[in-house]
């Protein structure tokens, strides 16, 4: 479903916008994604913003954060967001970023898959681009994850609070359809793509990363390393990737 929308305090017509595609994440929580959408409403950049709720993300009454994905369903609320988009004034429907983050940027590769004209989107951020569960961790916890009755996917600040995050068993078929590079291996888009990786990932591989950047035809120099794990410092990327977008949208 379609979350907060962001405006700049200058103008409210054709805006350029940038959609906010987060992990995940219940519509409550906080993430990159949030930070990213308020910096590019703010000044110099003045974009305006739309994140997606994704469905089916559940807080249980014990506090665990249950994921029932499905991965159509993720792709029908990107599709139906830039339907919005296209009808609402405010936007400039010519003039659509996106900033993708971890299972988000996967999310955003089956889209651009399946709608190859891309419907407006002209450039995309991608954070630790979740590739699919053939490069989530190891041989080993994948298998190991996929025999339990769920699979937790609890992330570094969910054990400092103390969350556990998992999908349930009935969705791991729905986990097996991710990967997103067989599906990319053809593509001839025209966006521009800017790609965020933590050197030392280990929820998803960088190799697999670095080859969803080239999938999409992304330039060297916006391929973008940092000394960091899957979750790599917002203030390490976020003026770099703010100029990214403004100039891919506004210029």
């Given at each position: 479903m379609?979350g907060?929308?962001?405006?700049?305090?200058?103008?409210?017509?054709?805006?350029?916008?940038?959609?906010?595609l987060?992990?995940?994440?219940?519509?409550?929580?906080?993430g990159?994604?949030?930070?990213?959408?308020?910096?590019?409403?703010?000044?110099?950049?003045?974009?305006?913003?739309?994140?997606?709720?994704?469905?089916?993300?559940?807080?249980?009454?014990?506090?665990?954060?249950?994921?029932?994905?499905?991965?159509?369903?993720?792709?029908?609320?990107?599709?139906?967001?830039?339907?919005?988009?296209?009808?609402?004034?405010?936007?400039?429907?010519?003039?659509i970023?996106?900033?993708?983050?971890?299972?988000?940027?996967?999310?955003?590769?089956?889209?651009?898959?399946?709608?190859?004209?891309?419907?407006?989107?002209?450039?995309?951020?991608?954070?630790?681009?979740?590739?699919?569960?053939?490069?989530?961790?190891?041989?080993?916890?994948?298998?190991?994850?996929?025999?339990?009755?769920?699979?937790l996917?609890?992330?570094?600040?969910?054990?400092?609070?103390?969350?556990?995050?998992?999908?349930?068993?009935?969705?791991f078929?729905?986990?097996?359809?991710?990967?997103?590079?067989?599906?990319?291996?053809?593509?001839?888009?025209?966006?521009?793509?800017?790609?965020?990786?933590?050197?030392?990932?280990?929820?998803?591989?960088?190799?697999?990363?670095?080859?969803m950047h080239?999938?999409?035809?992304?330039?060297?120099?916006n391929?973008?390393?940092?000394?960091?794990s899957?979750?790599?410092?917002?203030e390490?990327?976020i003026?770099?990737?703010?100029?990214?977008l403004?100039?891919?949208?506004?210029?």
């Amino acid at each position: 479903m379609i979350g907060p929308i962001y405006l700049p305090e200058e103008g409210r017509k054709n805006l350029p916008v940038v959609i906010g595609l987060t992990g995940f994440l219940h519509f409550t929580e906080r993430g990159r994604c949030e930070a990213a959408l308020e910096r590019l409403a703010s000044s110099p950049y003045n974009l305006s913003g739309i994140k997606i709720n994704f469905p089916g993300i559940n807080i249980k009454c014990n506090g665990d954060i249950e994921c029932e994905f499905n991965l159509q369903d993720y792709i029908a609320e990107l599709r139906e967001t830039i339907e919005f988009i296209r009808q609402d004034k405010i936007f400039n429907s010519e003039k659509i970023g996106v900033f993708a983050s971890s299972l988000g940027a996967g999310i955003f590769g089956h889209y651009l898959a399946q709608n190859p004209d891309s419907h407006g989107i002209s450039s995309a951020v991608l954070v630790s681009p979740f590739t699919g569960w053939s490069h989530f961790a190891t041989p080993y916890l994948r298998e190991a994850k996929l025999t339990s009755d769920r699979a937790l996917i609890s992330s570094t600040q969910d054990y400092q609070t103390e969350i556990i995050r998992y999908i349930p068993k009935q969705c791991f078929p729905e986990v097996r359809k991710t990967d997103v590079l067989p599906v990319l291996r053809d593509s001839d888009l025209q966006i521009e793509v800017m790609t965020i990786i933590g050197k030392y990932d280990q929820v998803v591989e960088p190799k697999s990363m670095k080859k969803m950047h080239s999938a999409l035809h992304g330039k060297r120099g916006n391929l973008l390393k940092y000394r960091a794990s899957h979750e790599v410092p917002h203030e390490a990327y976020i003026e770099r990737a703010a100029s990214f977008l403004a100039n891919s949208l506004i210029n």
